[in-house]
C-alpha cells in the first residue's frame, strides 16, 4: 500500500505550507499542489496574516476578505521600507474587518483575541497620526506583543518613539490577554514627572517582559512595577542593553532598580520593602548584550548587571 499526500494528517501538511510559505523563494507555488495544498495554504494564510509591504496592508485593509477564518496571529513587518503614516490607519482597518467577520460567525466581541501580535517598524515622532497608532492596537487584544525594531541587532536605532512608547504602554492595560511582551529600539520621555510612576499599568496575567536596547528608560519606573503594582502572574523581567539616558550613558543595573525600590519605599514598610527587593532578585535581570567599539558603558566579564 502506498502512501499519498492524502494520507498526510491535515496537522503536518499545514507544517509543510507553513515552511513554504514563509521561506519559499516564490511562496505561491505551494498553493498550486492541489486542491488540498490549496484550500490548507488559504486557511493557514488568513489564519496567520503577514503584511510585508505597506502596498499589501492598505489592499488588505481595502479588499481582503478572510476566507471563513478566524485570524490568530498579525505580523508587520516592514524592514528595509519607509513607514507612511497612513500605515497605522490600514492596519485599524485590517484588524477591524477580522474583528467584524469573528462577529458575524458569531463570536462578536470589541476586540479581536490573537495568539500573536508582532510589528517590525519605525514610527516617528512629527506623525501625527499616533492616535490612530493607539485605536488600530486597541482593535486587538494578543496573547503574545512583540515590538523589535527592523534594523540589524547591532544598529542600535529606535524605532517605538517617545509618544508612541507612553501610549504603547497604555494599551497593555488594556489587553486582558497579554501574558508576554517583547520591546525593543525604543526610547521613553524625559519628563522626570514620570521617574517614578510604574512602567507599565497593572496587568494581571502578564508573565513575561522583554526590554532591549532602550533609552531614557528610568530606574525608578521599573521598580514602581514591583512597588505599586501586584503583578501576580510576573515570572520574569529582562532589561537588555537598557540605558538610563543615552547610548553615551551608563546601563540600567538592578542596583538601580533596588536603590530606587528604597527611595519609593523605606523606611515607610521595612517588611513590604525586604519583600519587594527579594522578588526583584528573583525575577529582574538587567543584562548587556551589544558592546560598541569605544566609549559608552563598556562591561567585560559577566553578560549580568548588577
Known amino acids: 500500500m502506498h502512501a499519498t499526500l492524502d494520507d498526510l494528517p491535515h496537522e503536518i501538511l499545514l507544517l509543510i505550507i507553513a515552511y513554504a510559505l ?3 523563494s516564490v511562496p505561491s507555488n505551494i498553493l498550486c499542489v492541489n486542491h488540498q495544498f490549496h484550500n490548507a495554504g488559504v486557511e493557514w494564510l488568513y489564519r496567520n496574516l503577514y503584511f510585508r509591504s505597506p502596498e499589501q496592508l ?26 507612511r503614516s497612513d500605515v497605522w490607519q490600514h492596519l485599524r482597518e485590517a484588524l477591524c474587518k477580522c474583528r467584524d467577520r469573528t462577529e ?5 466581541q470589541k476586540q479581536i483575541p490573537l495568539e500573536v501580535l508582532c510589528l517590525r517598524l519605525h514610527s516617528y515622532s512629527r506623525d501625527t497620526s499616533h492616535h490612530v497608532f493607539e485605536e488600530a492596537l486597541s482593535v486587538a487584544n494578543p496573547r503574545v506583543f512583540l515590538w523589535t525594531g527592523p534594523d540589524p541587532d547591532h544598529h542600535f536605532s529606535t524605532a517605538i518613539v517617545a509618544p508612541i512608547a507612553s501610549r504603547l504602554c497604555r494599551i497593555f492595560g488594556t489587553w486582558s490577554n497579554i ?28 508573565r513575561t517582559l522583554y526590554v532591549g536596547q532602550a533609552t531614557f528608560l528610568s530606574a525608578g519606573s521599573v521598580a514602581a512595577v514591583f512597588c505599586v503594582n501586584r503583578m501576580a ?4 523581567v529582562r532589561l537588555v542593553d537598557t540605558y538610563c539616558e543615552s547610548i553615551w550613558g551608563s546601563r540600567i543595573r538592578r542596583s538601580d532598580v533596588e536603590k530606587a525600590v528604597q527611595i519609593i519605599m523605606f523606611p515607610q514598610d521595612v517588611v513590604q520593602y525586604e519583600g519587594v527587593l527579594s522578588r526583584i532578585r528573583k525575577i529582574l535581570t538587567c543584562e548587556k548584550k551589544t558592546e560598541r567599539i569605544i566609549g559608552g558603558d563598556r562591561v567585560e566579564g559577566s553578560v549580568f548587571l548588577v
Open 58 to 83: 492598505r489592499l488588505f485593509a481595502q479588499m481582503g476578505e478572510n476566507a471563513g477564518v478566524v485570524l490568530r496571529s498579525a505580523t508587520v513587518d516592514l524592514t528595509g521600507k519607509f513607514t
Open 233 to 236: 502572574s510576573l515570572e520574569r
Open 179 to 206: 501574558q508576554d511582551i517583547t520591546v525593543t529600539n525604543i526610547t521613553f520621555s524625559v519628563d522626570s514627572d514620570n521617574s517614578v510612576m510604574p512602567l507599565l499599568p497593572e496587568i494581571p496575567g502578564l
Open 104 to 108: 458575524k460567525l458569531g463570536q462578536g
Open 22 to 24: 514563509s521561506f519559499g
